[in-house]
């Protein structure tokens, strides 16, 4: 891993996932996580102040990174419950078959490399009503935007950590063997048009 990618990548997603306008979809989408739970995608540990702790017995975080594990360390230190970390990519979930309660994914899905491998894992690992909980950018539904989220992806993939701002969420979720529950969409104020296509939403196994 680059000494970008390790050192100076981790500060600026952190800062970037931790604008408010994001904060407040973790705020409304953290909260519904029960039980068993693994995130997907950790990062630096901002959902952990949403998780409801009366709720929550466990947290997986599945983070490869090792400059974004380092990033949560005041984050999990902080936690009210267990926090185990697991450095592995999405697509390598090293947990038992229906063993989790609750999937949560927060503007990872964007950034995995086999979106179908990890989220087949992510399916695998749920118990049977189990839910997976996700709030994530991606393809705009308004033509001229959607342009530019393609003619700029390029570049942002490259800066921004393998990041794509031109996925079809819903699509994604559903080719992977997943009902929707319910979804919210929108442009998030104060976020560039280009990246700021939101879906949050929940889903369940089919």
Excluded at 4 to 23: F, I, M, R, T
Excluded at 52 to 72: C, F, Q, T
Excluded at 172 to 200: C, D, S, W
Aim: hydrophobic content about 40%; glycine content about 10%; charged content about 25%.
């Amino acid at each position: 891993m680059s000494f970008y990618e390790n050192h100076v990548l981790p500060h600026l997603l952190h800062l970037s996932c931790g604008h408010k306008a994001v904060d407040r979809q973790r705020a409304a989408v953290v909260p519904g996580a029960r039980g068993r739970v693994l995130e997907v995608g950790m990062g630096s540990g901002l959902n952990l102040p949403h998780y409801d702790p009366d709720r929550v017995e466990l947290v997986w975080g599945l983070e490869p990174s090792e400059g974004m594990r380092r990033k949560a360390r005041r984050n999990v230190a902080g936690a009210p419950f267990e926090v185990r970390w697991l450095d592995l990519p999405g697509e390598e979930i090293p947990l038992e078959s229906d063993s989790v309660d609750t999937v949560v994914l927060t503007y990872t899905l964007c950034t995995i490399p086999d979106w179908h491998r990890a989220l087949e894992q992510m399916r695998r690992v749920l118990k049977p009503g189990g839910q997976l909980l996700f709030c994530e950018h991606g393809a705009a539904p308004d033509e001229a935007v959607r342009k530019w989220q393609d003619r700029v992806n390029p570049l942002w993939r490259k800066v921004a950590g393998g990041c794509n701002l031109n996925r079809a969420i819903p699509e994604l979720i559903e080719h992977a063997g997943f009902g929707l529950q319910r979804m919210e969409t929108g442009y998030l104020p104060k976020v560039p048009r280009f990246a700021g296509f939101n879906f949050r939403g929940a889903a369940v196994p089919r």
